[in-house]
Structure formats: structure tokens, C-alpha cells
């Protein structure tokens, strides 16, 4: 997508189609008022016809409006109210979904909505955003079956108003990392293997921007790291733990700032199977490694002045004959022992082995690791907020503001010392599962003792990840526009 500014006034802007506003009570934006005085109140009139309501995020496309230079004019509501992030959210995507099939430019006067709560360079972003989203189609594996070429779509994004150029150049970036997130979960999971990931994560380090470490099973299992061997073996597939450091910096010896996500690439339980409905839905499994690639490949448009490391533990879950039973008792790379009581908790084992390599070899500033990890996150939150859990409050704080700012929410869930105890194991030094109740806690109290003291956030992701059934299924890109935001207020 190209992005132009421009100061002409809406009647005299030249392009494909003209985005203005009315509220519920008929009142015209400025904009949208400079193209009803050029029609002789057309736009008016059809307010009066009830062809449109001004309800947040209703759209009217009009063709060839008389006196104005643009070939269409979209009027979108903006409701009766102040407008709060989610309603803007809303009329965003509702302009991008209304304007997705128009050839051309889209010029939008929409900085007459800003508020200090929602400043203009937050609408520019988030505008971005809502057209990247609203452009991304899923064709990897499907048969060219359209003869007339590409469908037409928008080329370029006409900001009216002050020059929101870098805002509209984050958004891009933030949505170029969304699509490729999705791009990747969506695959399927024959394609999308943990070596498919490493190369994935080669493919971005091409121009030199990043430095890939790619650590096979057998060199993992060789270090010690019991627990992430005991869920990679049970696969043909071999497991892989995935490194990538970017450095912007101007000095490469500041502590970096690490993301760790984990990459399930299919999750069929294990010897403790899943149920057979919706087992496809597990190749989403890998969507916390899906962000962290989204996330860098945001980082290398965007050339911040930090240091990232984006980390990736990648295996698949089988129920091999030579895979881990309940009751097995693995070794972690920390020397910790742990009793596998559910074979289908493997997310926290993968991890926990990665969480120690990453804090021993890296020394980061701090660490933030991104899972499907818990149906019980999911039972709390539904498919809005990702679980946070932490106990540094301001990693915490840093978190929320990003997700606040973004419009990738979070919500905190408690994460005491009261609730370790439910891992207890008679036979290790801890048990893999918790039992059936603060399950989305437990799994984050398990992670918690392999921190060794460095500053940690997990975001359990399992409900945000990716959308269930129906023309909606696939997944979502979260919390790759958090992440991305998170990392440039560091």
C-alpha cells in the first residue's frame, strides 16, 4: 500500500473514493460538509431519506456524486457519543471491508475525529491496520481457479489533514507482521513444520538485519533440555528452537529485550489425545511463534533503536510409540525435575527449556513469553482479552499500555504463591499440570520457576489466537500489533 498526504479540501481531492463522516444527529463533518455544499445537499438529503442513520460504523457508498472530484464517496456513522478506541476500531474496519473491492486511491478525512484520548497519529496507525487487515486472503494451498487476475483493491491511502506519515508507516509495518502471522498459522500443518519455521525465520535474516541460530532436537537433547526432548520426540518431525537477534542499538552490548514464542505446530495431545472435534484447529498451536516472526518482520520495516531477540520453541506433539506417558519424569535443562501428569500440558515444557537457554545465553532485560497454552484461559477471558500474568508491575504496566494503545487487549490474572503448591509432585520437583481448577494460573506458575529472576511476562494467547468455525476461521495475527508497540516504548 502507498500512503500520500494531502491538503486539498474533500470536493477538490482526486481519487478513487472520498471517506467522510455524519454522526447520528445528522451532523456533517467538516469534510463531508465541503462535499454536501459542492452537491447541493445530497449528502443531507440522504440522511433525511434514511438511507443512512449515522450509526457507528453503518457505511453508504455513493457513486459519482455531483460537484466533487472523487469518483465515489463513502459516508460512515460515527454514532451519538464520544468515541472510545473500540468504536473506532469498528468504523475503521467497517471504511476498509466497505472500500476492499475499489481499484485505486481511498482519500480519508477522518482527523476531525481526534481526540487527546485518540490523537490523530493513533487514527493514521490504526487506519493502516483496519486496510491491511481487511486485504489479507489465505491462497497458499488453494488451486488458481480465478483466470481475470487479482480482485481489485486499493493501492494507495490519501491521509487529508497534517502529515501523519510515520503513523501510517508503523501501521503498515504492524500490519504487514499481522499478515504474515496469519499467513503462517493458517497453514496447514503438513507445510508448516518446526523446520519450515527456521526457515521461515532464515528467510528474514536474508539481508542481514538479524542473526539466526537454529538448535536441532539432537544438540537440545545433548544440552539437557529433558523437557522440551520429552514432547519433540514422540514426532517424525524434529524439534527445533529458532534465535533471532536484532540489533539497532547503537551500542550491540545493551541488554536486549526477549520475545519467546511457542510454536506447536500440531497438537494432537499426545498419549493424552485430544478429542477428534476440531483437531484440525491445533495446527493454531504455534501461533505465540507465528507473532514473534510477525513481530520482527514489523521490527526490520521499522529500524527501532532496541535490541530484540525473538526466540521460537518448535515442536509437534505426537502419540509416537516412543513419545512421554504420564507418569514419566523428564530432567530440564535447569535441572529441574518434572513429572509429566498430562501429556497434552506440553506447551510448559517446551517452553520452560527455552525460558532457561534464553535467560543463561542471553542475560535479557526482560522476557515475555507468548502461548496458546490454556483452554482455561480461554473459559476466563473468551476471544477478547489475552491473559497476563506477571508479578513485576511494570513490565505489567508496559504491557497494558501498549494493549490499551494498540486495541490488542490484555487482562491481568493473579499469579500468587498460593496457588504453587497445586503443582506439587510426590515423584519430581514439579508436576506439569495443577489439577482442574486456575488452570491458565498454574501453567503461568510453572513457567514462573524457570525466570531465574529476570524481569517475565507470559501472555496466554489460547483464546485470542485464532477464530473458530465459519467464513471468520483463522487466525488473527494477536498479539502482534501489542508486541510491536510494547518493544518501541522500550
Not at 264 to 291: H, Q, R, V, W
Not at 444 to 456: D, I, N, Q, V
Request: glycine share 10%; net charge negative.
Amino acid at each position: 500500500m502507498n500512503y500520500q498526504i494531502s491538503t486539498d479540501s474533500a470536493a477538490e481531492v482526486q481519487a478513487s473514493c472520498i471517506v467522510v463522516t455524519i454522526d447520528q444527529s445528522g451532523k456533517l463533518s467538516d469534510s463531508a460538509a465541503a462535499i454536501d455544499s459542492a452537491s447541493q445537499g445530497y449528502l443531507q438529503a440522504r440522511f433525511a431519506a434514511g438511507d443512512i442513520q449515522g450509526k457507528t460504523a453503518q457505511t453508504l457508498l455513493l457513486p459519482a456524486v455531483a460537484g466533487i472530484k472523487a469518483g465515489r464517496v463513502l459516508l460512515v456513522g460515527t454514532g451519538k457519543e464520544t468515541l472510545t478506541a473500540t468504536a473506532a476500531v469498528k468504523i475503521l474496519n467497517a471504511i476498509a471491508t466497505a472500500t476492499a473491492g475499489i481499484k485505486g486511491s481511498i482519500a480519508l478525512a477522518l482527523e476531525t475525529l481526534s481526540s487527546n484520548a485518540l490523537p490523530g497519529a493513533w487514527w493514521a496507525e490504526q487506519t493502516a491496520l483496519a486496510f491491511g487487515n481487511a486485504l489479507y486472503r489465505y491462497t497458499a494451498t488453494k488451486s488458481k481457479q480465478d483466470d481475470n487476475g487479482e480482485p481489485a483493491q486499493p493501492d494507495t491511502l490519501i491521509w487529508l489533514g497534517s502529515d501523519q506519515s510515520a503513523a501510517l508507516a508503523k501501521g503498515e509495518a504492524i500490519a504487514q507482521g499481522v499478515s504474515y502471522a496469519k499467513h503462517l498459522g493458517n497453514l496447514p500443518p503438513n507445510i508448516c513444520t518446526p523446520s519450515y519455521l527456521a526457515s521461515e525465520a532464515q528467510k528474514l535474516a536474508a539481508n542481514g538485519a538479524l542473526d539466526v541460530t537454529i538448535l536441532d532436537e539432537e544438540e537440545l537433547e545433548k544440552m539437557g533440555a529433558g523437557a522440551f526432548v520429552s514432547v519433540a520426540k514422540g514426532s517424525s518431525q524434529p524439534g527445533k528452537m529458532i534465535v533471532m537477534k536484532y540489533n539497532g542499538a547503537a551500542d550491540n552490548n545493551t541488554a536486549a529485550h526477549m520475545i519467546l514464542g511457542k510454536g506447536i505446530t500440531f497438537d494432537t495431545g499426545g498419549i493424552s489425545l485430544k478429542p477428534g472435534l476440531n483437531m484440525d484447529e491445533m495446527k493454531y498451536d504455534m501461533c505465540g511463534a507465528a507473532s514473534v516472526l510477525g513481530t520482527m518482520k514489523a521490527l526490520l520495516a521499522l529500524k527501532p533503536a532496541i535490541n530484540v531477540i525473538g526466540m521460537i520453541t518448535s515442536a509437534e506433539n505426537m502419540p509416537a510409540g516412543h513419545a512421554s506417558k504420564p507418569g514419566d519424569v523428564v530432567t530440564t535443562l535447569s535441572g529441574k525435575t518434572v513429572e509429566i501428569l498430562n501429556t497434552d500440558a506440553e506447551g510448559r515444557l517446551v517452553l520452560c527449556d527455552a525460558m532457561t537457554y534464553g535467560i543463561n545465553t542471553f542475560k535479557p532485560a526482560s522476557l515475555v513469553d507468548i502461548a496458546t497454552l490454556t483452554g482455561a484461559c480461554m473459559a476466563a477471558l473468551g476471544r477478547v482479552n489475552s491473559g497476563l500474568f506477571t508479578t513485576d508491575e511494570t513490565l505489567a504496566g508496559e504491557l497494558q499500555q501498549a494493549a490499551s494503545y494498540s486495541g490488542d487487549k490484555v487482562w491481568r490474572l493473579p499469579l500468587e504463591d498460593d496457588y504453587q503448591e497445586l503443582l506439587d509432585s510426590n515423584f519430581a520437583d514439579i508436576a506439569n499440570i495443577g489439577g482442574p481448577l486456575a488452570g491458565a494460573t498454574t501453567a503461568a506458575c510453572f513457567l514462573s520457576r524457570f525466570t531465574e529472576g529476570t524481569p517475565w511476562a507470559h501472555l496466554d494467547i489460547a483464546g485470542t489466537a485464532w477464530n473458530s468455525g465459519g467464513k471468520t476461521k483463522g487466525a488473527t495475527g494477536r498479539p502482534v500489533p501489542l508486541l510491536v508497540n510494547y518493544l518501541l516504548a522500550k
